[in-house]
């Protein structure tokens, strides 16, 4: 098993998480090293749709060891279940899942997951970026009513840091069976 440290580094803004994440890895940036963003400015999603990433919500991105298997869809459905646990366990609600890449809390989207490879001449690594809306307290009008956060859910803050931790041990455990 990877040693238990993550190194996270965290930018007050960024363009994109899996943006910096890439470009670490081909770095040389270990497996594991997180990139977190206070807030993104050009965030996105599946086939590049934008992600709404104002200050206050948990977006970041992980540098994933090596994988045993090529499906990167079969990565994101890990993710958002553990996403979805992770919320479920700390919170005592119940989070859907819309495969492959969505989690959702009473009908409204709360989290996306991309997973990207960095290719070389084959795949080198692959970058797990993950928006989660966590203390945010508005949506613009296009996004109010399909998007939510936890803390507009529960009527509280919710610690970012703490969040990220849990959710963090859960891939690490749970890719581990997966990861070369």
């Known amino acids: 098993m990877p040693e238990a440290t993550n190194k ?9 998480t899996n943006i910096k994440a890439k470009e670490l890895a081909s ?7 997180v990139v977190r963003a206070v807030k993104q400015e050009e965030g996105y999603g599946k086939k590049g749709s934008g992600w709404f990433s ?12 090596k994988s045993n298997t090529d499906d990167l869809q079969a990565l994101t459905i890990l993710a958002a279940y553990i996403v ?3 919320i479920k366990e700390a919170f005592n609600v119940e989070p859907l899942i819309k495969l492959p890449n969505d989690v959702y809390l009473n009908g409204k989207k709360i989290c996306g997951i991309l997973t990207e490879n960095i ?5 080198k690594s692959s970058v797990m970026g993950i928006g989660l809306n966590t ?19 529960l009527k509280r803050e919710i610690d970012n840091e703490a969040l ?8 690490r455990k749970t890719l581990a069976t997966i990861s070369q």
Do not use: C, H
């Not at 990220?164 to 891939?171: A, C, R, S, T």
């Open 8 to 16: 996270i580094i965290i930018f007050e803004t960024l363009d994109s």
């Open 27 to 33: 770095q040389g940036a270990k497996p594991w090293t």
């Open 54 to 65: 104002p200050e206050g919500g948990l977006y970041f991105s992980v540098i994933l060891p």
């Open 84 to 86: 979805a646990k992770v």
């Open 119 to 123: 290719i070389g001449s084959d795949v």
């Open 135 to 153: 203390n945010t307290e508005k949506f613009d009008s296009e996004l109010e009513n399909t998007a939510t956060s936890l803390k507009i859910e």
């Open 164 to 171: 990220l931790g849990q959710i963090i041990e859960g891939l």
